[in-house]
Structure formats: structure tokens, C-alpha cells
């Protein structure tokens, strides 16, 4: 037991580890390595065990972010890039409520970010108040853009979720250190995590890496076929002025990489022409999971559909106004007209017929209303609705959720959009940087206390119909 007036330490795989003590009792330990730095012959290569170091390693401050640009110029006010520089970047961050107990549930978290942002060191996610609750929280950083998500047909692919999953299996070996159970994991993530989410769960090599998960505002549509990802590698390749192979693109400057990735997601998320992206032109990640055949085998719907992951107890939503982010941030929701309305939801395959049920369930809606709503659930909520019937038909347990909250008038017009929930899971509301996000004047859905995932008294339910998620963590 480690003495309460002392820095907490803990013993891992790699050596001693010295944490900071945070009020109401909880130890965090950050910035600890699971895998070595992926640069020099590391570089674009699956991810290697973390190196051992001798005496206690310092573990008090959040270590080295992965490579990546900026967020695009709109969401730079709403999210709150983290940079910190240094090699070993494949690092995570651990809070408990009893480093010396043992027992205790475990969520391990998966940033979102397009693929291309994000980190588990950001502010939001600090997990405390999960410890606080009797939950030992770990956030993770993983490989992103090229580095991580570059598809050449070479035998090496989504090294993002080689990272995540070296992850886990570190979660697997040291977590009982910090009084975790490595049999009460649950992985959760939303966005691009949650998306990660889901593709681990269809993957062969994850199977009892975690007992539970959790998808928030992603699912299994979107991973790339072989042909898209080796398209968007020749793209890449072309942008730097080099042959689309790996060692090629190794020999660009680190800088110059991570810019060229950001502005083929700033072409495709812009104005991007569907003659040269294809369906990326609606989807807009052109960095993300490759069905690779041996990393990812299948595609992740159609191996869940096959009853993947099927053992694993699964949470999956979104929230009620997922898209108003990205109108609302472009300025654009109210230059939308009727013509632009008709014409964008066409694209997402919406027929008139389509669009007269949208206008009658949403009466007084203006068209960017309209327009929000319908790339909603073409994006998130649909997505979220086949995994839960893919799983219904193999008899897996699953659960879904919508959340509602805030309304538009009360957060500068974006509504329960995308991401909006996340300081009200983490416990992070009273934050100033995430204000411009969630509003000015906060305060939680409802006062029902979280639930710790994992916990064994969880009812079981089959899947359900979308409703309002009326607590700050799912049942699990």
C-alpha cells in the first residue's frame, strides 16, 4: 500500500513508476511509454516493446505527443490542440483511485480526430473524475494521418491500431499495478475512436483484450477498401513529389509529411471534386482503417455481422445533432437555401421523398437545419443503428443511446452536435476551453451519478431504438 503522504509508486513491465497525488485522493501516472518511440528504424513500422529503464521513472507530467498538424481553422477555438515534443509518443496516462487495491474496472479511452488530431493528454479527457468513482481511467495517444493510416500495399497497414492494440495488451500486463482488473476492461472512444472502437472489436487478434465497449459518435462504416487507401497513398505520394512506396515517403522531411497529410483532409473536407475522391468526397477521411486482408481482414461490418466480437457487451449512439458542429463552426448552416439543401442530400443518396419526411417530422425547420439533421444520420446515427442490428442477429448484447444535450439556444447554436458530450462523460464541464463548445453557463443532463464500467450488476438488453442518454457513463 502506498503511503497517502507520499508520491505514489507502482512497478510495470519497464520499471518503477512515480505518479502525483491529485485531490480526493486519486494518483495520476502520465506519459508512460507502452511501445518505443516509433522514429528512426522504428519509423512506419509496427509498433516495438517500450525499452526498460532502471531506477524510478518520473511519471507527474503528460509526454510527448504523436506527429500532426492543426485542426482546420474552424474547429481551432473548439478544440484545443496539444503539442508536446519529443520521440516516445506512444505513451498513455493512468488515474486511479487505489494504485495499492486491486479489483477495480478499467476504461481505456481512444481519442478522436478525424485520424488526424486529437491526444490522450487533452484536457478534456482528464480522467479523475472516473477515478474519483472507482474507475481506473487510461488514455492513449496512437499513430495518425500518414504515419499512421498510410495504405501502399506494402504488408504494412494500420499502424494506428497496432498501436492501439499494443495498448491494451499493456493494459492487459501492468494494469492490476495501478488496481485494475484486466478482466473488467472496457475500450471506449468516440469519433475516429469510436470508429477504432468498432474495428477492434470485428479483429481477429484483440479477442480478450477487453471484456466491454463503448462507441460514441462512430461506427464501422468507414474503413477504406484496399483500392481508396492505395488511391489516397498515390495521392500522398504525388503531393510530396515522390514514388508511392514506403521507404520513398520515410525519406521525406517529418514536417513536410505531416503538412502534405493535412492538406489532402483540407481538400477533402473542403470543396473535394467526387471525380478524383470517390465516396471520400462524403465520407472525409481519407486517412482511416484499410482492409488491409491481414491487420483488418475483413471488412469491420461484415465481420461483426459474422458474429466478431460477439462475447463483448456493446454501447453505441451518437448525439441528437451531430452535424450542426461543422455547419454551425463554417459559418454555413444559415446560407443554406432550399436548392443547396436539395442538392447536398441528394448526394447522400436522399431522395425528395426522403427529404418531404424529414420536413414533416421537423416542422419550421430552415434548410441547413434540414441539412444537419440528414448528414447526421447519414454519417453517425444509421452506421450506429447497423452495427446494433448486425449484432442483434448473433444474439450479441448491445445497447443504444442518443444524447441530447444542450439545446441549440444554449451553446452558441451547435446543439447536442458532435463531441459535445465528452466533457460531461470525462467530468471536465468546468473547464474553460471547452466553453465554446458546450456554452457558457454548463450544467449536467441530469444529476444521476455515472455508472463504472464494468460493474457486474449491469442489466443486459438487447438492442433498442435511439433514446436520450440520461447519464454521465453508459451501463456496462
Not at 492505395?230 to 520513398?248: D, H, Q
Not at 444509421?382 to 444474439?395: F, N
Amino acid at each position: 500500500m502506498n503511503d497517502p503522504m507520499q508520491a505514489p509508486v507502482v512497478t510495470v513491465s519497464s520499471g518503477r513508476l512515480a505518479g502525483r497525488l491529485l485531490p480526493g485522493g486519486v494518483a495520476a501516472f502520465l506519459g508512460i511509454p507502452y511501445a518505443a518511440a516509433p522514429f528512426g528504424p522504428n519509423r512506419m513500422l509496427p509498433p516495438r516493446p517500450a525499452p526498460s529503464w532502471s531506477g524510478t521513472r518520473a511519471a507527474t507530467a503528460y509526454g510527448p505527443t504523436v506527429p500532426k498538424g492543426d485542426y482546420p481553422p474552424q474547429y481551432q477555438p473548439l478544440f484545443r490542440e496539444v503539442v508536446i515534443a519529443g520521440e516516445e509518443c506512444l505513451n498513455l496516462n493512468v488515474w486511479t483511485p487505489d494504485p495499492g487495491g486491486s479489483g477495480l474496472p478499467v476504461l481505456v479511452w481512444i481519442h478522436g480526430g478525424s485520424f488526424m488530431n486529437g491526444s490522450g493528454s487533452v484536457g478534456a479527457y482528464d480522467g479523475a473524475a472516473f477515478a474519483r468513482d472507482g474507475v481506473v481511467c487510461v488514455t492513449i495517444n496512437y499513430r495518425m494521418a500518414a504515419e499512421g493510416f498510410l495504405y501502399l500495399g506494402d504488408g504494412v497497414a494500420n499502424l494506428g491500431l497496432l498501436d492501439q492494440i499494443a495498448a491494451l495488451r499493456w493494459v492487459q500486463e501492468n494494469i492490476a499495478a495501478f488496481g485494475g482488473d484486466p478482466a473488467r476492461v472496457t475500450v471506449a472512444g468516440e469519433s475516429a475512436g469510436a470508429m477504432s472502437v468498432t474495428t477492434l472489436l470485428s479483429m481477429p487478434q484483440t479477442e480478450g483484450l477487453f471484456a466491454r465497449a463503448i462507441a460514441q459518435s462512430g461506427a464501422a462504416a468507414h474503413a477504406l477498401p484496399p483500392e481508396q487507401g492505395l488511391m489516397v497513398g498515390r495521392y500522398l505520394a504525388e503531393a510530396l513529389g515522390v514514388p508511392p512506396t514506403r521507404e520513398a515517403i520515410k525519406q521525406v522531411a517529418l514536417d513536410t509529411l505531416v503538412r502534405a497529410a493535412s492538406d489532402l483532409v483540407v481538400e477533402v473536407q473542403g470543396t473535394p471534386d467526387p471525380a478524383k475522391w470517390g465516396t471520400l468526397a462524403l465520407s472525409l477521411l481519407p486517412f482511416a482503417p484499410t482492409v488491409d486482408g491481414t491487420v483488418l481482414p475483413t471488412a469491420p461490418l461484415e465481420a461483426i455481422a459474422a458474429g466478431r466480437g460477439a462475447d463483448v457487451p456493446l454501447l453505441i449512439g451518437s448525439t441528437r445533432d451531430e452535424a450542426r458542429l461543422f455547419l454551425v463552426a463554417a459559418r454555413t448552416i444559415d446560407l443554406i437555401d432550399d436548392a443547396a439543401l436539395e442538392a447536398a442530400v441528394a448526394a447522400y443518396g436522399l431522395t425528395p421523398a426522403g427529404l418531404a419526411v424529414y420536413r414533416a417530422n421537423r416542422p419550421g425547420a430552415r434548410p441547413g437545419d434540414l441539412l444537419a439533421a440528414a448528414v447526421s444520420d447519414w454519417f453517425f446515427r444509421i452506421p450506429a443503428v447497423r452495427v446494433a442490428e448486425a449484432r442483434a442477429a448473433t444474439g450479441a448484447t448491445t445497447w443504444m443511446y442518443r444524447f441530447d444535450h444542450p439545446d441549440p439556444e444554449a451553446n452558441h447554436g451547435f446543439g447536442a452536435c458532435h463531441a459535445v458530450e465528452l466533457p460531461f462523460v470525462f467530468g471536465t464541464i468546468d473547464r474553460q476551453d471547452v466553453r465554446p463548445l458546450i456554452g457558457d453557463d454548463p450544467s449536467p443532463p441530469s444529476p444521476t451519478p455515472r455508472t463504472a464500467p464494468g460493474c457486474r450488476s449491469s442489466p443486459t438488453a438487447r438492442p433498442a431504438g435511439p433514446r436520450t442518454l440520461r447519464r454521465s457513463a453508459p451501463p456496462a
